[in-house]
């Protein structure tokens, strides 16, 4: 199978999917939720029937003359957003929210702005801290393959494919938190960094046959990298399939705390598959094109 | 000889996976099997080593407060806090929760200190009687040169009206004298008028502060603060020594008793402020657990189904080592204990998915050698089953050995991080990912090699898709 035959295919449509993503991430911007914000949450379920939401509003404002933000979740649950939401505030809000009919809570959470600003910061030091890690890894792990194109273009490739994947993973959350009120908190960036871990196994496989076949075979790199990709095709495959079968359970089964953690998880791993055949290899040949030229 | 061995291993493992099985089961999925004898033996061999729950698992609160340094000597700091670390424990252990966390944290320049009530059945007094501690205060008056300059700053920043309210009226400043050095507070009243006040008596420190505090300030006023808020200011008359004070006000008789108490239980030796607060709901705790068990199932089956249909026999073995891993991972949480939180369980489960990548990149490589020995290539075409399964796993290895790698890379990383969603997730993924590479070089190897000896060796076949 010719796999490279439609290079050009391929590269226009994840150069253009990171194009939108651009787009999304500079006009819509990430929606970040109180972990990074600070702010306050407080999730309350009507053990009867829940009350129109503009009733509760109303209650709210003439109770505590406060505007508070308030989204159904669940069947009879609500969620109350503000900016910070303190201990006795909290109290007067579940009062008031009693006369409406029995409630129970189901959590609150209080993060004040500097602890947010403190993650921030925290969170991008990892983050960077996990790309420097997994370039000197893959700078370890290409050393050797210098045939055709130098090792450090292999590694280029394999850091390309992964930026592809975490970047449009950024741009798809942009979209969702427009749209569907995504918000972006600390298990996005964690589910972030997981496929960063993760999406390189599916390159290092493939890439790693190619250094075994240049040694074996006779033929031109062309030929090398498709001969490598289509033998490496089923287990990049099933291996992502099994990690996104475990994960499609959690997400229709496991509830709604961990339902964009593993959203994420689902969309970058899928995204990661696709870079590592699509992408990385691709890029590999159209190096070795430009070093013949 | 050796291959009886062998069979016996396997049957080993077998009984192994039943029983730790059985073990590792979480007593409320016992519970639904309504028998009295099983219920009653699980507990037996289970019940002595329960599953840690995090706080989003069985409810409670987690509160980070941070505390204000400002007005203590840097290097006196880390003893601060381990005072006001005891000090919360011993409000805390009042409150009768089990296993209370009460840890200091340092983020940088700062502290913190952070709180944590499991099960708890009323946070908001919890809250109450940690975050409303009196932090007692003595400030005394500044000097002229002193309010002269206060003014001319406040003057600056908020302009010339707010500095003329504050014109006319005594300015305090803070002293050394706080909480920190009181021994007793108790309720008293004033023999003339039998109005109710709070005697004080500070410790053999604090009474030698007081007294130089009272004699640098004679015919100056003394005030007394009580969490920034000034509470009586009286005129000093003459040095105090003994280091007993008095707290006179508009107190009615609760009033007075329990501020005294609270002084007593220990006034904070420095304030502190309240800037994360989760409370999680029992229920909500409950249902988490309940969903995380059917998703994790529900990941399991389908991984054991996808295995099975595509590489038969060897898919059969994969699940079984899938199961003994399984089994291992949660007996390892339960003995270390690691306190399994909703994201820890997550991470189990996407490690089970993660774990099977090793077997799919054995079994790829097996079906490559069966197939280059049935095309008769020279090299191998008098190998046997046996001997090709050597051959698989050992060159599957390198690549297996690397993709762990990068995970566990970003398990580490994400285990600095250090918050307790994303903490528990990396614990369990890196432990996961560790004792999965055991489970497939080790045990799927073992089971493999086995099966291959016996007459299932010959029926090629059934070991690849």
Partial sequence: ?293 | MQSIFRWIGVIFLLFLIAFGGFFVLPGSLVEKIKNPTILKFHRKIAGFRPYSLGLDLQGGVHLVYSADLSKIEKKEWKEAMEGLRDVIERRVNLFGVKEPIVQIERVGEGYRLIVELAGIEDPKKAIEMIGKTPYLEFREEMSEKEKKEFLKTLEKRFGKEVAEKFKNQPLFKPTKLTGKYLKRAYLQFDPTTMKPSIGLEFNKEGAKIFEELTKRNVGKRLAIFIDNQIISAPVVREKISGGKAQITGDFTIEEAKRLARNLNAGALPVPIKLIVQENIGPFLGKISIKKSIIAGGVGLLLLIFFMILIYRLSGILASIALAFYGVCLLSLFKFIPVTLTLSGIAGFILSLGMAVDANILIFERLREEILQRKKLEPKISKLTLENLISRAFSRAWPAIRDGNLTTLITCFILFLMASGFVQGFALTLGIGILTSMFSAMIITRFLMKTFAKSPFGNWEKIWRR
């Avoid at chain 1, 959470?109 to 890690?133: C, S």
């Avoid at chain 1, 992502?240 to 791993?269: C, D, M, N, P, Q």
């Avoid at chain 1, 699509?278 to 590999?284: D, Y």
């Fill in chain 1, 1 to 293: 199978m010719d796999f490279l035959k439609y290079s050009k295919i391929y590269f226009i449509f994840s150069g253009s999917l990171i194009l939108a993503s651009f787009i999304f991430l500079l006009v819509f911007g990430l929606k970040f939720g109180i972990d990074f914000k600070g702010g306050s949450i407080l999730e309350i379920e009507f053990v009867k029937k829940r009350p129109p939401l503009s009733e509760l509003r109303d209650l709210l404002q003439k109770q505590i003359k406060k505007e508070f933000i308030i989204q159904e979740a669940g069947k009879k649950g609500i969620l109350i957003k503000a900016k910070e939401i303190d201990e006795s505030l909290h109290q007067k809000i579940l009062k008031a929210l009693k006369k409406k009919g029995e409630i129970r809570e189901k959590r609150f959470e209080m993060i004040g702005p500097a602890v947010g600003r403190e993650l921030k910061r925290k969170t991008l030091i990892a983050l960077i801290i996990a790309f420097i890690f997994i370039t000197l890894y893959i700078a370890l792990a290409f050393r050797k393959a210098t045939f055709l194109i130098s090792s450090w273009q292999y590694g280029l490739s394999a850091l390309i494919a992964l930026f592809h994947d975490i970047f449009i993973t950024c741009g798809i959350f942009a979209l969702l938190g427009k749209f569907l009120n995504i918000e972006v908190n600390i298990p996005f960036v964690a589910a972030l960094l997981t496929i960063l871990g993760y999406s390189i196994n599916d390159t290092i496989v493939v890439f790693d046959r190619c250094r075994e076949n240049l040694k074996k075979r006779q033929e031109d790199f062309k030929t090398i990298l498709n001969i490598s990709l289509s033998e490496t095709l089923a287990r990049s495959l099933f291996t992502s399939l099994t990690t996104l079968l475990v994960l499609f359970a959690i997400l229709l089964f496991g509830g709604e705390t961990l339902f964009s953690f593993v959203l994420t998880l689902i969309i970058g791993i899928s995204l990661g598959t696709y870079s590592s055949i699509f992408i990385a290899t691709p890029l590999c040949f159209l190096f070795s094109k430009k070093k013949v030229k």
